[in-house]
C-alpha cells in the first residue's frame, strides 16, 4: 500500500513563507505525477500546483509566481514552497500522486496551513 504523509503546515503570518512535505512510501517515478491540492473552509478542493515524471510543472493562478513545486527523488519527497501568504491561502493542504492512466490514485492525510495575524 502506498503512502504519501504531509508535513510543514502550521501558523503564519500574512506576507509569511513555508515550505511543506510529502514523502512517499516507494520510489516517486513510479508515479504519473504528483501535486498539491488544498481545501477551504467553505471551499472545494483545488488543485495548487503539480508535476510530472519528466519533471513539467503547472500552476493554479491563484499561487503562480509565488510558488514552488519541486521534488528529491533521493529522498523521495515531494515540496511545495509558498511565499507571501495570504487569508486565501488558508486550508488544508494534501498531496495526491497517481500512475499511469490514473490507474491508481493516492492520498496523503492532509497538513493544515492557517495564515493568520
Known amino acids: 500500500q502506498v503512502q504519501l504523509v504531509e508535513s510543514g503546515g502550521g501558523l503564519v503570518q500574512p506576507g509569511g513563507s513555508l515550505t511543506l512535505s510529502c514523502a512517499a512510501s516507494r520510489s516517486i517515478f513510479t508515479f504519473a505525477a504528483m501535486g498539491w491540492y488544498r481545501q477551504a473552509p467553505g471551499r472545494e478542493r483545488e488543485l495548487v500546483a503539480h508535476?510530472?515524471?519528466?519533471?513539467?510543472?503547472d500552476y493554479a493562478d491563484s499561487v503562480k509566481g509565488r510558488s514552488t513545486i519541486s521534488r528529491d527523488s533521493a529522498k523521495n519527497t515531494l515540496y511545495l514552497q509558498m511565499n507571501s501568504l495570504n487569508a486565501d491561502d488558508t486550508a488544508v493542504y494534501y498531496c495526491?500522486?497517481?500512475?499511469?492512466?490514473?490507474?491508481?490514485?493516492?492520498w496523503g492525510q492532509g497538513t493544515q496551513v492557517t495564515v493568520s495575524s
Open positions: 508535476i510530472t515524471r519528466t519533471g513539467a510543472t
Open positions: 495526491n500522486a497517481f500512475t499511469d492512466y490514473h490507474s491508481s490514485d493516492f
